[in-house]
């Protein structure tokens, strides 16, 4: 990250495309398949508080939101939340809740969680070991932290003109979040986004990285 010739997709970028992101049926299918991947990995259960960290529109927390007490979505995009606050009031939905937040520049929330969930979004944040200490401090003891992000790439994913990671080494990722304090991290790959170009198709895997708070 952090070259001059590049940008960052920052909060006004996600605002511009936050009414029509769930018209995308990749970002839909996405959401429902990380839902799943949670649910084999993690015991959920309805005495959960659960934070989706840089939820968009909530698409992989209203697949989950019958199986978890209650789940605050995140994100420094409040196009995005205005979506999400919308979904919540029109399906009556009592245990989700928005906040604009972004964890590198706000003060954490006073709240703690059993469960932090982020999907497609680490590789938006700067600073990762950062996020994971704060994450880490947002858990209860025994919480879990689950990522979902693409495995390291060549830049190709966003382009050169875009200043993001380009995706995680799960072994990087493994010590970074051990730093962080977290145990039992394990990976999974979920799927593989496949992109067009000039040169023809290809294939970008997901993984589900989860790891556990000890104390
Ligand atoms: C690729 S989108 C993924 C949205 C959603 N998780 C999904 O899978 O549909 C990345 C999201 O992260 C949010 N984001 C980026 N940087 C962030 C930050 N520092 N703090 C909070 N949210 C952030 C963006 O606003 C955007 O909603």
């Not at 989706?52 to 989950?64: N, R, V």
């Not at 919540?88 to 937040?101: D, F």
């Not at 979902?148 to 990722?173: I, N």
């Amino acid at each position: 990250m952090n070259s001059p010739q590049t940008t960052r997709l920052d909060a006004a970028h996600f605002d511009a495309k936050a009414r029509k992101w769930d018209e995308n049926p990749a970002f839909r299918e996405r959401g429902e398949k990380l839902a799943q991947a949670i649910r084999q990995a993690v015991h959920l259960g309805q005495h959960m508080s659960a934070l989706d960290y840089g939820s968009g529109t909530g698409l992989l927390s209203f697949p989950l939101k019958d199986e978890l007490g209650s789940i605050l979505l995140a994100d420094s995009s409040g196009g995005m939340l205005d979506v999400a606050a919308k979904k919540i009031a029109e399906q009556g939905v009592r245990n989700m809740a928005t906040l604009k937040l972004d964890l590198l520049a706000d003060p954490p929330p006073a709240q703690r969680f059993d469960l932090i969930y982020t999907s497609m979004t680490l590789h938006h944040v700067p600073d990762t070991d950062q996020i994971l200490r704060i994450f880490h401090d947002l858990l209860n003891p025994g919480g879990t932290l689950c990522i979902a992000d693409l495995d390291k790439e060549d830049g190709s994913f966003h382009g050169p003109e875009v200043d993001v990671h380009h995706g995680f080494e799960r072994a990087d990722l493994t010590r970074r979040a051990e730093k962080a304090g977290f145990g039992e991290i394990r990976f999974q790959t979920v799927f593989s986004i496949a992109k067009e170009s000039e040169t023809g198709s290809r294939d970008y895997p997901v993984f589900l990285m989860t790891a556990r708070r000890a104390s």
